[in-house]
């Protein structure tokens, strides 16, 4: 019985650790990229209802976005995911979305009726 608990602590010391590690090295990456410098509020709300709620992104925040990064946007992502507020939301669906709304912005940056406007 007692060995038993001590296999219990330690698994919640396993996990406690592995999620507070998690967090660290997303905020390791966040600080050294300089991610939260990166994209105006307007851009940042529009990435975010896109990935959170039910929401769309315009091709000038998808620029944004884009010019952000793919690892500052992903530690941006699990960040939020790690936050008690939204602790209810489904992490796969969040990631999910994530990597839709980047795939999107891509495709739409790099699309060529998009770079006939640039011109």
Known sequence: MASLNVYSAL?????????AMATKENDHIIKDNNCETKMGLPCVLEAFTSIFETG????????????LGKVCHSALVKRTLENPLFK????ARIIAKSIQTWNNC?????????L????
């Open 88 to 91: 209810d939301l489904s992490p």
């Open 56 to 67: 769309t992104i315009s091709s000038k925040c998808c620029g944004k976005l884009v010019g």
């Open 11 to 19: 698994v919640v010391l396993f996990l406690t650790c592995g999620a």
């Open 106 to 114: 891509l495709a739409l940056i790099d699309s060529p009726s998009r």
């Open 116 to 119: 006939l406007k640039d011109i």
